[in-house]
């Protein structure tokens, strides 16, 4: 089982920057994965899908970030990025990875099979 470490968490002022990292332990996964993406979930919500890079390259993002957040990968290091811009108070959740290839649908939770840990994201207003 592959696992997935995130970093880059922390506590911003809105309208500030972070950026997330999610290193994985296993090349061989990380390359044969269909889905790799970002997850939240704020205290009392349900998880909810943030953005996604398909095996092929497709990249798609929730409307709630969608030209705020750039997601984005590097092979060589294993690891998946999300740079998070223009900051709000209602972005402020637990931040996941996950990566997976149980569906070609990279929005859907159920395509996913490894997840990371989590990684606190606090935004102030």
């Known amino acids: 089982q592959v696992q997935l470490v995130e970093s880059g968490g922390g506590s911003v002022q809105a309208g500030g920057s972070l950026r997330l990292s999610c290193a994985a332990s296993?090349?061989?996964?990380?390359?044969?994965?269909?889905?790799m993406g970002w997850f939240r979930q704020a205290a009392g919500k349900q998880r909810e899908w943030v953005s996604s890079i398909s095996r092929d390259g497709r990249i798609t993002y929730a409307g709630s970030v969608k030209g705020r957040f750039t997601i984005s990968q590097d092979n060589a290091k294993n690891t998946l990025y999300l740079q998070m811009n223009s900051l709000k108070p209602e972005d402020t959740a637990m931040y996941y990875c996950?990566?997976?290839?149980?569906?070609?649908?990279?929005?859907?939770?159920?395509?996913?099979?490894?997840w990371g840990q989590g990684t606190q994201v606090t935004v102030s207003s």
């Open positions: 996950a990566a997976g290839s149980r569906d070609d649908i990279c929005s859907r939770a159920y395509a996913y099979t490894s």
């Open positions: 296993t090349y061989i996964y990380w390359s044969n994965r269909l889905c």
